[in-house]
Protein backbone atom coordinates (compact mmCIF):
# COMPACT_ATOMS: atom_id res chain seq x y z
CA UNK A 1 0.00 0.00 0.00
CA UNK A 2 1.11 3.28 -0.90
CA UNK A 3 1.27 5.70 1.72
CA UNK A 4 3.27 9.76 1.37
CA UNK A 5 3.42 11.26 4.57
CA UNK A 6 4.94 15.04 4.43
CA UNK A 7 6.21 17.03 7.62
CA UNK A 8 8.31 20.02 8.15
CA UNK A 9 5.76 22.67 7.12
CA UNK A 10 5.60 26.17 9.13
CA UNK A 11 4.74 29.90 9.57
CA UNK A 12 9.02 31.58 8.09
CA UNK A 13 9.51 34.97 7.59
CA UNK A 14 10.34 36.04 4.63
CA UNK A 15 14.56 35.45 3.50
CA UNK A 16 14.49 32.57 5.98
CA UNK A 17 14.74 28.64 5.49
CA UNK A 18 12.72 25.50 6.02
CA UNK A 19 12.88 21.86 5.13
CA UNK A 20 10.17 19.65 4.14
CA UNK A 21 10.39 15.80 4.79
CA UNK A 22 8.11 12.99 2.68
CA UNK A 23 8.07 9.62 4.69
CA UNK A 24 6.99 6.85 2.37
CA UNK A 25 5.64 3.50 2.36
CA UNK A 26 4.68 0.88 0.12
CA UNK A 27 7.52 1.82 -2.53
CA UNK A 28 11.09 2.87 -3.14
CA UNK A 29 11.73 6.66 -4.31
CA UNK A 30 15.06 4.96 -5.59
CA UNK A 31 12.71 2.60 -8.17
CA UNK A 32 10.13 5.15 -8.79
CA UNK A 33 11.70 8.69 -8.09
CA UNK A 34 9.64 11.21 -6.59
CA UNK A 35 8.26 15.12 -6.93
CA UNK A 36 7.07 17.88 -4.95
CA UNK A 37 4.44 19.98 -6.00
CA UNK A 38 2.65 22.95 -4.39
CA UNK A 39 -0.80 24.94 -4.53
CA UNK A 40 -1.27 28.50 -3.26
CA UNK A 41 -5.27 29.38 -2.73
CA UNK A 42 -6.96 30.42 -6.12
CA UNK A 43 -4.03 28.65 -7.96
CA UNK A 44 -3.28 25.52 -9.97
CA UNK A 45 -1.33 22.89 -8.13
CA UNK A 46 3.00 23.06 -9.80
CA UNK A 47 5.41 21.18 -9.73
CA UNK A 48 8.37 22.56 -7.60
CA UNK A 49 10.94 19.99 -7.98
CA UNK A 50 11.25 16.41 -9.24
CA UNK A 51 14.25 13.82 -8.48
CA UNK A 52 14.63 10.80 -11.21
CA UNK A 53 14.29 7.13 -10.63
CA UNK A 54 17.90 5.03 -10.17
CA UNK A 55 19.73 8.50 -10.66
CA UNK A 56 20.62 12.07 -9.02
CA UNK A 57 18.93 13.53 -11.88
CA UNK A 58 16.29 16.70 -11.12
CA UNK A 59 14.47 19.25 -12.38
CA UNK A 60 12.44 22.11 -10.82
CA UNK A 61 10.20 25.04 -11.05
CA UNK A 62 11.02 28.11 -12.65
CA UNK A 63 10.44 30.24 -9.75
CA UNK A 64 12.36 28.11 -7.14
CA UNK A 65 15.49 27.37 -9.67
CA UNK A 66 18.19 28.57 -7.44
CA UNK A 67 16.66 28.72 -4.26
CA UNK A 68 15.24 25.13 -3.26
CA UNK A 69 17.10 22.11 -3.29
CA UNK A 70 15.15 18.32 -3.97
CA UNK A 71 17.04 15.46 -2.20
CA UNK A 72 15.93 11.61 -1.68
CA UNK A 73 17.45 9.51 1.81
CA UNK A 74 17.55 5.72 0.42
CA UNK A 75 17.95 4.61 3.51
CA UNK A 76 15.34 5.82 4.70
CA UNK A 77 12.93 6.39 1.71
CA UNK A 78 12.56 9.98 2.32
CA UNK A 79 12.23 13.16 -0.13
CA UNK A 80 13.28 15.95 0.98
CA UNK A 81 13.00 19.93 -0.10
CA UNK A 82 15.39 22.38 1.27
CA UNK A 83 13.71 25.73 0.86
CA UNK A 84 16.09 28.86 0.70
CA UNK A 85 15.48 32.78 0.74
CA UNK A 86 11.17 32.02 1.16
CA UNK A 87 9.10 34.49 -0.29
CA UNK A 88 5.67 35.67 0.58
CA UNK A 89 4.89 34.03 -3.11
CA UNK A 90 6.17 30.48 -1.58
CA UNK A 91 3.28 30.24 0.52
CA UNK A 92 0.73 27.20 -0.72
CA UNK A 93 0.44 24.04 0.89
CA UNK A 94 3.31 21.23 -0.56
CA UNK A 95 2.08 17.98 -1.41
CA UNK A 96 4.68 15.19 -1.95
CA UNK A 97 4.19 12.87 -5.28
CA UNK A 98 5.06 9.67 -6.88
CA UNK A 99 3.96 7.85 -9.95
CA UNK A 100 3.32 4.70 -9.32
CA UNK A 101 2.15 1.61 -11.62
CA UNK A 102 0.90 4.41 -13.79
CA UNK A 103 -1.13 5.85 -10.64
CA UNK A 104 -0.63 9.72 -8.51
CA UNK A 105 -0.27 9.11 -5.24
CA UNK A 106 -0.32 12.34 -3.20
CA UNK A 107 0.30 13.38 0.32
CA UNK A 108 -1.98 15.02 2.73
CA UNK A 109 0.39 18.35 2.01
CA UNK A 110 1.77 20.58 4.67
CA UNK A 111 0.89 23.86 4.74
CA UNK A 112 4.30 26.79 4.16
CA UNK A 113 3.15 30.08 5.14
CA UNK A 114 5.81 33.13 4.27
CA UNK A 115 5.30 36.02 6.43
CA UNK A 116 7.12 40.16 4.23
Known amino acids: QVQLVESGGNLVQSGRSLQLSCAAS????????GSWYRQAPGKERELVAR????????TYGASVQGRFTISRDNDKNTLDLQMYSLKPEDTAVYYCNVRYSGRDFWGQGTQVTVSS
Open 26 to 33: GFSFWVYG
Open 51 to 58: MFPTTYGT
